[in-house]
């Protein structure tokens, strides 16, 4: 136990603690602060946002017929307030508009009306029209979901075109945006990079640095012997997990800024724009997000020692290491992160490559293991 403890403090030294807060700041910059920032990003997106914080505590994630023409009722409340803006403008009167419905039905080819419109837009009336603008894309898009979703069971076939048919069926409908799952996807898998990469400068040298100062023979013929491998592999595996539940806890604690814990308990189908495999509520969603990136980030680990273990030198050792992240950015990070049960990818995709993943991590976990129990110094 002592000799865990001595790696385990030599893995976290504090000139790799201070290049992992420089690269953790730099990536947060690079990667994470955008979505912090710029959430929602854009007009009307701000005001659809504000509207679903407004309407989910009232409604829930299923709006009757009922509470669609209650919906439809906030909606003309706040018509009024534009309509009194354009009738009590005298340029609006000298266009010939008296309300909001004048206002949006404009036609481009009337000489001055589209520079009226964008002035109201960027200029006096620019939180109300934004604003209608949110009302009545929702409205809209979940008055018309019966037909999209027809028109995806005529466009489709096989298990999309069964799940589109059970919507239908069961009249399961969206109302909400994906404003909210959007930006969380985005999140999550610039996060899982900035985790990965973490993982990667932390172990890329645990055994490296012994073998390029001819070490390994010593340590192996010491009291301890070759047990000094597993040791390290654990204090390491160990060191992984401090680093990883450290890095989602901040992570994760800073995405809540967002403003996002009115969404967690509506369902999957609830959002427009993307659909699931599995129905299951935000907060499941992110929550198996986090599961798989912390489990991929174990198989960085690995992959980082058994790297660490077999490469010969610093050249290959980088190397080896920018291919390895080519793959999880290119690959994992996209299909088994951001659109890990995206109805577009096949429904098996992520439990079986995630399943492929987690064996060849074990074999070759295996593999470097017995290779170090066998290996002879003496040649």
């Known amino acids: 136990m002592q000799l865990f403890w001595l790696e385990f403090k030599k893995i976290f030294s504090w000139k790799l603690l201070l290049l992992l807060g420089v690269v953790n700041f730099l990536l947060f910059n690079l990667l994470l602060s955008f979505h912090l920032e710029h959430f929602p990003n854009g007009r009307p997106q701000t005001d659809v946002f504000a509207i679903e914080q407004k309407l989910i505590p009232l409604y829930g994630a299923e709006i009757s017929e009922e509470e ?15 309509d009194e803006l354009v009738a009590n403008d005298p340029e609006a009167e000298e266009l010939n508009l008296a309300n909001y419905e004048d206002l949006v039905a404009y036609n481009d080819a009337q000489e001055g009306l589209s520079e009226y419109f964008d002035q109201l837009l960027y200029g006096k009336g620019e939180q109300i029209l934004w604003e209608l603008q949110g009302w009545e894309g929702l409205i809209e898009n979940y008055e018309f979901q019966a037909d999209s979703l027809a028109a995806q069971v005529a466009q489709n076939t096989g298990a999309q075109k069964e799940y589109f048919q059970n919507r239908i069926d069961n009249e399961v409908y969206s109302f909400y945006s994906d404003t909210v ?9 610039n996060m899982a990079i900035i ?10 040298l645990v055994y490296f640095r012994d073998t390029r100062a001819k070490l390994v023979p010593l340590q192996y013929s010491s009291q301890h012997g070759r047990n000094v491998y597993r040791t390290k592999w654990w204090a390491s595996l160990a060191a992984t997990t401090t680093l990883v539940v450290t890095l989602v806890a901040v992570y994760m604690a800073l995405y809540w800024t967002n403003g996002t814990a009115s969404h967690l308990q509506l369902p999957l189908s609830s959002f427009g724009w993307y659909d699931h495999w599995y129905d299951m509520t935000f907060l499941q969603y992110m929550l198996l997000s986090i599961g798989l990136i912390v489990l991929f980030a174990f198989g960085v680990a690995v992959l980082s020692l058994s790297l660490s273990t077999i490469a010969p030198n610093a050249v290959v050792l980088i190397g080896t290491q920018i291919l390895l992240f080519f793959v999880m950015i290119a690959g994992v990070s996209t299909y088994l992160i951001r659109d890990m049960i995206l109805l577009w990818n ?3 995709l992520t439990p079986l490559a995630t399943s492929l993943f987690v064996v060849v991590i074990i074999v070759l976990a295996w593999l470097i293991w017995k290779r170090e129990i066998k290996r002879d110094f003496m040649n």
């Open 181 to 189: 799952t959007m930006n969380f996807k985005d999140y999550k898998t």
């Open 195 to 204: 985790i990965w990469i973490n993982v990667a400068i932390l172990l890329s």
């Open 346 to 348: 096949a429904p098996l």
């Open 68 to 82: 669609l023409q209650e919906i439809k009722s906030m909606y003309e409340d706040r018509v009024k307030i534009a």
